[in-house]
């Protein structure tokens, strides 16, 4: 008696476990918790440097901000060049802008797409596997990852 056709295909021996979800490097509380301060504070930043009294003030705001997020970003092991660049580049920003421009949260929100938000963006119909590929690009340093599922 021969094997049914169903039964030649199987792997013979025990499966090899699924593959395993990377872990988040912030929990999504953590960068939903950062997101809204970062609003909050360009909020409050462009209201202050409408008064013509922010210069100051958000100057010294911004390197209390810029130092916190670069201390968060080492102690979670999220820090790189990128990340270095884009938290120095938006303290540079803010502060030479007197906080009228939303550095803060496009800052976490590159933090957020590079580290743990491509996988929830792969959800997003038409455009998310594109932006998914785009984010692979940026994260392998420039090589383009191989054409997958996503493409």
Do not use: C, H
């Not at 809204?36 to 409408?50: K, S």
Request: charged share 15%.
């Amino acid at each position: 008696m021969s094997p049914q056709p169903s039964q030649q295909n199987r792997p013979r021996g025990p499966l090899p476990p699924p593959p395993r979800k990377p872990e988040p490097k912030l929990s999504p509380g953590s960068w939903y918790m950062l997101f809204l301060a970062a609003i909050f504070l360009d909020l409050v930043q462009m209201g202050v440097g409408a008064t013509g009294i922010g210069l100051p003030i958000n100057t010294v705001v911004d390197l209390a901000v810029g130092g916190a997020l670069y201390f968060l970003f080492f102690m979670k092991g999220m820090l790189d060049w990128r990340l270095t660049l884009s938290v120095l580049g938006a303290t540079a920003v803010d502060a030479g802008t007197g906080g009228v421009f939303p550095a803060w949260t496009f800052d976490i929100a590159y933090a957020w797409v590079i580290n743990d938000g491509s996988s929830a963006l792969r959800g997003v119909p038409l455009i998310g596997g594109k932006i998914e590929r785009a984010v692979q690009t940026v994260a392998s340093k420039g090589r383009t990852p191989p054409k997958g599922p996503s493409a």
